[in-house]
């Protein structure tokens, strides 16, 4: 599976954007798709995540209520809308594919990644 994340951009505080990652290959359905993301000097970390069916989502503390994943396995698509969007939030947003019915927020457990795509909002 190949991934191409893109989207991303400057944005003002408050504002919406939404992150599309594009996947190949015909098991796309196969995967749980995440969303990681990671600012200057920190570690990646994990934002959400839907399984393979996009029966469930799960999300980070710090942007629930905020960002929602949806994902369209006929067009091998995932999204990310965020919205209220804040100074923390810049970073280099991952999308990333873990094989199976589960999920994990562990960027370890994750198979294939794409190659990000920079979200900055300014204050």
């Known amino acids: 599976v190949q991934l191409q994340a893109s989207g991303g951009g400057l944005v003002r505080f408050g504002d919406s954007l939404r992150l599309s990652c594009a996947a190949s290959g015909r098991t796309f359905s196969s995967y749980a798709m995440g969303w990681f993301r990671q600012a200057p000097w920190k570690e990646r970390e994990f934002v959400t995540v839907?399984?393979?069916?996009?029966?469930?989502?799960y999300y980070a503390n710090s942007v629930k209520g905020r960002f929602t994943i949806s994902r369209h396995n006929a067009e091998n698509m995932v999204y990310l809308q965020m919205s209220s969007l804040k100074s923390e939030d810049t970073a280099v947003y991952y999308c990333?594919?873990?094989?199976?019915?589960?999920?994990?927020?562990?960027?370890?457990?994750?198979?294939?990644w794409g190659q990000g795509t920079l979200v900055t909002v300014s204050s």
């Open positions: 990333a594919a873990r094989y199976g019915s589960g999920w994990s927020s562990n960027p370890r457990d994750y198979d294939y």
């Open positions: 839907i399984t393979y069916s996009g029966g469930r989502t």
